[in-house]
């Protein structure tokens, strides 16, 4: 079963590894527990929408980024190939602006 | 606050009811109980990634596709735009396929 509190975890930690923040940073910057916010991280935990909403402004990444994110991974998972939201180098060639 | 489970409640109804099928049906083809589903749809209740799941596939719609739509309403009350995944009519004269 795919469960979608597995691919939110993930998105939410590669987000805050990417900006160098530990994960107290953030637990503290979004008020929630550290012990929470990790249990979130590894899929173990539901984040409700509040603490969704908190954990996003903490990263500073709007929470529609980060939903279209687990979106595509459970697509990934589910086997649908996501729509590129550019053209694809390799296609490049076949579209030329006037 | 923006809350995701007022969006995705919406987005489950309104496929709900694009199906023509009732609360009771969907409720019955999820195993979930009718009260829950109607409190999910209705964004007074977070749905667990379980359920969300077993809705889904009683909707016959993948989760990735539902995600997409609650990430569509998030950005659009964040005020993002989303990115079109065709391109919209007006601006297809500026494209031309060699």
Redesign the interface.
């Known amino acids: 079963?795919?469960?979608?509190?597995?691919e939110l975890g993930d998105v939410l930690r590669n987000l805050r590894l990417q900006q160098g923040q530990t994960l107290r940073q953030v637990a503290s910057r979004a008020s929630v527990a550290l012990g929470y916010l990790s249990e979130v991280e590894r899929g173990q935990k539901?984040a409700?929408?509040?603490i969704?909403?908190a954990v996003a402004e903490a990263l500073d990444v709007?929470?529609?980024?980060i939903?279209?994110d687990?979106?595509?991974r459970?697509?990934r998972l589910?086997g649908?190939m996501p729509?590129p939201?550019t053209v694809p180098a390799e296609f490049l060639?076949?579209?030329?602006?006037?």
């Open positions: 079963m795919i469960l979608v509190r597995r539901e409700s929408s509040e969704l909403y709007p929470m529609s980024t939903l279209a687990v979106s595509e459970v697509g589910e649908i729509i939201d060639s076949d579209f030329a602006t006037k």
